[in-house]
């Protein structure tokens, strides 16, 4: 039985790692190419039908998916726009499972008030993954991004304890607002707590006892699953507590990790991210098979599609009113706001209600409602939400993913005002760092600077550096260097590194050079490419 299912692993990981790469061969991003594989897989005769456990998503794939995520969000950029973050992940969750749970009632036959609010907070939460696959490598504005990753951190969490309420509702019989609403807050704000009180334990280890480059990685990796676990242990919110936990531990990243352990355990996060996200989205086609044959003659297939279809329709609607309406509201009454969010034009929103794609927790949430409620009672109309939460997956994941990237370019979006350019922004911080170590040398190195010939070079190197830095910035304000030129100068400079790889990997015949010093160059070469390409 176990090699079996190592088997089945082994080429189930395989399969992904393929499918990734004949979507990207066709340029498509890959969640929409693997979900898409996996339906064509699942109803192929003989393949065997792969059944989600929604404990192993739970636990197994959603602490290291948010614990990344949370990483690499900008804490500054969390902040600076946290009020428009907390209503979209907040606020639009519940909005949108109200609007789910009467619109259900009120069209869908069988449907009660607490099943429709069930049904909410499973579709509330778009994906975060999916929506960065879709749109890496697309220009859009900086304030639009911070929007969507905020939105994807905290939104899980509202979703899930909606959920979760909704269901004891439905087992129970019994609800209360006052109780469900005080549940909420002590929920989120205990995980918060208990997230980051597990986040300053890991700072004590990291910065304060012996560690490794491969220790470090480590405790990364055993990081999010403490968070997570400890906070579901004492019934708070575990998606929380990795967030909380995530956010704190990034910001100290300067301190309790060295450049190598950086360097390390992104590489290892890189690789164990996408393999996860891969298995993932793959299985979320696998399991339509089985949903299909769940949904029996109860309901018409094409029926429980049309139900499927107006939800997706109806989340779209009212995420759109939602973001208009409450951004309206708040830039009348706040001049602060004004000012943050001058980038912010209709095309922004566009995209931003366009990228609302739903993805693995609405299916791992619904995959998780029991069987039965009791030993004699069913759980009403199971099957039929699992099939109405695969159709909305299906058409916000698939059909809007594929036509995001034209919508985005049919939209044109205009160039922030008055905000340098990445470029710029590079070279203005380089300029301050080699300032700051000339004054360094002049200061408290000024002998070496004059007898020792090493320190002498790197003076003059840096003299070099700084002037051209200089000359690249008045350059971009006279207008002299335009989008081809910077174009242009890192396709050249792409060229340059990969004929200096070429070299390198010639050298290494020549019994003159250690392997060890080719391979420090190859990596100093890697780390140049990355400056460019990431």
Avoid at 174 to 193: C, H, K, N, P, R
Avoid at 232 to 245: L, P, Q, Y
Avoid at 392 to 415: A, D, H, N, R, S
């Amino acid at each position: 039985m176990l090699h079996d299912n190592l088997i089945l692993i082994l080429v189930l990981l395989l399969g992904v790692t393929l499918l990734v790469m004949i979507g990207q061969k066709i340029k498509i991003s890959y969640p929409i190419f693997l979900v898409l594989a996996g339906l064509l897989i699942g109803f192929i005769p003989g393949i065997p039908h792969i059944k989600i456990d929604p404990n192993i998503v739970f636990l197994l794939f959603l602490p290291p998916l948010l614990y990344e995520a949370a990483w690499f969000t900008s804490w500054k950029d969390f902040w600076e726009y946290k009020g428009a973050i907390f209503l979209m992940a907040v606020g639009l969750v519940f909005i949108t499972s109200m609007a789910v749970a009467y619109a259900s009632v009120a069209f869908i036959p069988g449907f009660t008030l607490a099943l429709g609010f069930l049904l909410g907070g499973i579709v509330s939460p778009p994906d975060a993954v999916a929506a960065a696959a879709v749109l890496k490598g697309m220009k859009i504005p900086k304030v639009v991004s911070a929007l969507l990753e905020g939105e994807s951190l905290v939104n899980d969490a509202s979703s899930l304890i909606v959920f979760k309420f909704a269901l004891a509702t439905v087992v129970s019989d019994t609800f209360v607002m006052q109780d469900a609403a005080v549940s909420f807050v002590t929920v989120a704000s205990l995980g918060i707590l208990i997230g980051l009180a597990i986040g300053g334990i890991f700072y004590v280890i990291h910065r304060w006892l012996p560690t490794t480059d491969n220790i470090d990685t480590v405790l990364t990796l055993l990081t999010p699953y403490f968070m997570y676990i400890i906070a579901e242990h004492f019934e708070a919110s575990g998606v929380m507590a990795v967030v909380s936990g995530g956010l704190l531990l990034s910001s100290q990243s300067h301190v309790i990790l060295t450049s190598n352990s950086r360097i390390k355990t992104v590489n290892v996060w890189s690789s164990l991210i996408f393999m996860l996200n891969g298995v993932v989205f793959i299985l979320i086609g696998l399991a339509l098979p089985d949903i299909v044959h769940g949904l029996g003659s109860d309901y018409p297939i094409i029926k429980a599609i049309g139900y499927g279809f107006g939800i997706s329709i109806l989340a779209l609607v009212v995420r759109l009113i939602w973001l208009v309406s409450t951004a309206q509201i708040t830039l009348l009454f706040n001049k602060k706001t004004r000012i943050r969010y001058q980038d912010m034009t209709w095309h922004s929103y566009v995209v931003i209600i366009y990228a609302g794609m739903r993805g693995v927790v609405s299916l791992a949430a619904a995959l998780s409602i029991p069987v039965m409620i009791s030993d004699s009672v069913a759980f009403p109309l199971r099957n039929l939400i699992l099939f109405i939460t695969f159709v909305v997956i299906f058409i916000t994941l698939v059909l809007q993913g594929l036509t995001l990237p034209l919508v985005i370019k049919l939209l044109k979006i205009p160039e922030p005002k008055s905000k340098l350019t990445e470029q710029e922004q590079t070279d203005q911080i380089k300029l301050k760092l080699i300032d700051l170590s000339l004054d360094k040398l002049n200061t408290d190195y000024q002998h070496q600077c004059t007898h020792n010939e090493l320190m002498v070079n790197l003076k003059a190197e840096l003299h070099h550096s700084l002037k051209e830095k200089k000359d690249n910035i008045h350059a971009f304000k006279r207008g002299e260097i335009n989008t081809e030129d910077l174009k242009a100068y890192q396709e050249i400079v792409l060229t340059l590194i990969q004929l200096q790889r070429d070299e390198l990997h010639h050298l290494k015949h020549n019994k003159q050079y250690d392997d060890e010093v080719i391979r420090k160059e190859e990596w100093r070469l890697d780390l140049e490419e990355l400056s460019i390409t990431s």
